[in-house]
């Protein structure tokens, strides 16, 4: 059974830091294109990051660049997402994804990990 397990949400003041992981299982994704993506309440699911299989190539929303930054360790089948300087607006739950068929549609999705700021 493959599985996406997300783990490092929390609560944590406007200005700090979380680090998000994504522990794969069932699968080696290790050639797989991988994302972040947020859902706020009353809002649509977004993309936040991504990297590629190898990780030499990665996209950010631009409401989280320069704070933000995925990466990968195919040895452990594990992404993450490093945010820093964390704003209010960022409160979401955040869903890990992968893109198996490199089609830029994401077919496997974890259950998600709350992230809330305070102000």
């Known amino acids: 059974q493959v599985q996406l397990v997300e783990s490092g949400g929390g609560l944590v003041q406007a200005g700090g830091s979380l680090r998000l992981s994504c522990a794969a299982s069932g699968r080696t994704f290790s050639k797989d294109n991988m994302g972040w993506f947020r859902q706020a309440p009353g809002k649509e699911r977004e993309l936040v990051a991504a990297?590629?299989?190898?990780?030499?190539?990665?996209y950010y929303a631009d409401s989280v660049k320069g704070r933000f930054t995925i990466s990968r360790d195919n040895a452990k089948n594990t992404v993450y997402l490093q945010m820093n300087s964390l704003k209010p607006e960022a409160t979401a739950v955040y869903y890990c994804?992968?893109?198996?068929?490199?089609?830029?549609?994401?077919?496997?999705w974890g259950q998600g990990t709350q992230v809330t700021v305070s102000s």
């Open positions: 990297i590629n299989w190898s990780g030499d190539s990665t």
């Open positions: 994804a992968a893109d198996t068929l490199l089609r830029g549609t994401y077919n496997y």
